[in-house]
């Protein structure tokens, strides 16, 4: 799809999104998962995500435990194992889904030529993605602390893979003015502050549109000039 795309666009084309994620869980991790009726499988992963970013956001993931999901869940600790047995492999699935979404995203506009259009098309994808993902995004920005030192780097990888697509679609405009390497990151910080901050653009009636276009219009403001 070239840009401009809109959020309900996006939507109908993105390969991850909030209702299809758990099939994906379901599927990556069918090793670990012991849960085998499909249909209980995935109405429990759903479950047991969005029970631990409410758990994470009101105490903190470092500080919640398995009993507390439990709890939140409705699911006995022994149900609870048929899909993780700890904390632990919980972030690494987190980290999973943002790496998953982040990476197959950009696929998506390979065969968009202009530079500038490819860059507009990953600047809408990329908040549109964190839209439809806000809270497994904002769990990985906040608590990335508590991923194991494997899972921390990848998420850093991760980022640095986006921000390198970035900055090479940015080296490519003619007459650039500063570090394509830096452009990007002020473009990733601005994707961040989406996602993070939502409390802010929602009190003052900002949607996913309106803040994809003014990311855009900075963007073709700067490198177009």
Not at 98 to 112: D, Q, S
Request: hydrophobic share 45%; charged share 25%; aromatic share 12%.
């Amino acid at each position: 799809m070239p840009a401009p795309f809109d959020f309900h666009q996006f939507q109908a084309m993105t390969p991850l999104d909030g209702v299809n994620i758990w099939a994906y869980l379901l599927d990556r991790y069918a090793d670990r998962i012991t849960v085998k009726r499909r249909k209980p499988a995935l109405e429990n992963l759903e479950k047991i995500f969005n029970a631990t970013f409410k758990l994470a956001n009101a105490v903190g993931f470092r500080a919640m435990n398995l009993r507390d999901l439990c709890g939140e869940t409705g699911l006995s600790m022994g149900g609870l194992y048929g899909y993780i047995r700890s904390k632990d492999q919980l972030a690494e699935m987190i980290e999973d889904v943002v790496r998953h979404a982040t990476h197959e995203v950009p696929k998506m506009f390979a065969a968009v030529a202009d530079p500038l259009d490819r860059l507009e098309a990953l600047i809408r994808a990329s908040i549109y993605v964190s839209e439809i993902l806000q809270p497994w995004f904002y769990f990985v920005f906040m608590d990335s602390r508590v991923l194991q030192a494997e899972q921390r780097g990848t998420a850093k990888e991760s980022e640095l893979h986006v921000q390198a697509l970035f900055a090479e679609l940015i080296a490519q405009v003619p007459g650039l003015r500063g570090s394509p390497d830096l452009i990007a990151a002020h473009i990733l910080a601005t994707f961040q502050d989406w996602y993070v901050k939502r409390w802010k653009y929602r009190a003052a009636d900002i949607g996913p549109d309106r803040f994809a276009d003014s990311a855009v219009q900075m963007m073709r403001g700067y490198l177009a000039a």
